[in-house]
């Protein structure tokens, strides 16, 4: 980690830290503490498979003390291709802008990468052409083309 900060699962605690970071990638919205916690509870507690005791939903906050200074996901998708294989999708990245900069960015991306890569026969994920030499400074490449039906 860079030095001055750290990382660690997003707690309730969060709430206000978390939302104002995310203002950095797009409009939040009117999200109550009580969502957010809810949210919080499901992410802590469903599970890929019965199987393993490996959670779906993997959100990491890098603090400045008790600052956030910037959030992301990497979420578990269960398939049946590739043998049942798994895959992981790294969404929400968000840096705030004072701390923007200082590779905190590909900090996160590097401990979202090696979370999925432990599990997972792949990480994916979709941005804006202005932050693909960013990803690929984090060692991913351009794979496809994304698509969407709003
Ligand atoms: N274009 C080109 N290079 C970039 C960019 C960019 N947009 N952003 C960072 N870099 C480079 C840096 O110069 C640095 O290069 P170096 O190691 O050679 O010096 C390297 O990438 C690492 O940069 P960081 O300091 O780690 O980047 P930062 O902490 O500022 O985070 C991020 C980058 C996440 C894009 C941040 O600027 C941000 O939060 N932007 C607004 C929200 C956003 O766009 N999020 C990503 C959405 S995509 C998704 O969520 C899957």
């Known amino acids: 980690m860079v ?6 699962r997003v707690e309730k605690q969060d709430y206000e830290g978390v939302l104002q970071a995310l203002n950095a990638l797009t409009t ?3 999200v ?9 509870n499901h992410w802590n ?4 498979s019965s199987g393993p005791d490996l959670l779906q939903y993997h959100p990491y906050v890098i603090l400045h003390g008790e600052e956030v200074a910037a959030t992301g996901m990497m979420f578990i998708e269960r ?7 798994l895959v992981g999708h790294i969404e929400d990245i968000a840096v705030s802008p004072h701390h923007q900069g200082k590779q905190l960015g590909r900090a996160l991306i590097d401990h979202l990468t090696d979370l999925g890569l432990k599990h997972c026969y792949k990480v994916i994920l979709d941005c804006d052409d202005s932050n693909v030499k960013f990803y690929e400074k984090c060692g991913y490449s351009r794979a496809g083309v994304e698509m969407q039906h709003r």
């Open 28 to 30: 939040v919205g009117s």
């Open 79 to 85: 398939k049946l291709i590739h043998e049942c294989g």
């Open 3 to 8: 030095p001055g900060y750290s990382i660690r």
């Open 45 to 48: 507690n469903v599970k890929v």
């Open 32 to 40: 109550s503490k009580a969502q957010f916690e809810e949210t919080v």
